[in-house]
């Protein structure tokens, strides 16, 4: 059974950066697209950073773009996300998900939540000014 796990929140002060990472353990067959989401209070969840593993393409939510990198350590089976300069609006849950890479365009866009199946449980950030 795969299992995503999240690590690397906590607080963090506007500016600083940090560095959020989601361990796979299990078999992850076909779940060649990884991505992180976060979600604020009383917002929707929103993908902010993609990765095909197969061919280490990447997409990012356009107002993450510049600041967010999403990588990946085979080695370690991790993604992992950096994240710099920290606004007070990064605060949210971050979650790390795993799907299945689309066909006839980009293997893993910028798409809801609805098209991945295996989530973590999240970690969650703290931005303060």
């Known amino acids: 059974q795969e299992q995503l796990m999240e690590s690397g929140g906590g607080p963090v002060e506007a500016g600083g950066t940090l560095r959020l990472s989601c361990a796979a353990t299990?078999?992850?067959?076909?779940?060649?697209?990884m991505a992180w989401f976060r979600q604020a209070p009383g917002e929707e969840r929103q993908l902010v950073a993609s990765?095909?593993?197969?061919?280490?393409?990447?997409n990012y939510d356009h107002s993450v773009k510049g600041r967010f990198t999403i990588s990946r350590n085979s080695a370690k089976n991790e993604i992992n996300l950096n994240i710099n300069s920290v606004k007070v609006a990064d605060t949210a849950m971050y979650y790390c998900?795993?799907?299945?890479?689309?066909?006839?365009?980009?293997?893993?866009?910028?798409?809801?939540?609805?098209?991945?199946?295996?989530w973590g449980q999240g970690t969650k950030v703290t931005v303060s000014s």
């Open positions: 998900a795993a799907g299945r890479p689309l066909i006839g365009g980009p293997p893993c866009p910028v798409i809801g939540p609805e098209y991945f199946d295996l």
């Open positions: 299990g078999s992850r067959s076909g779940y060649l697209c």
């Open positions: 990765i095909y593993t197969l061919g280490g393409q990447t």
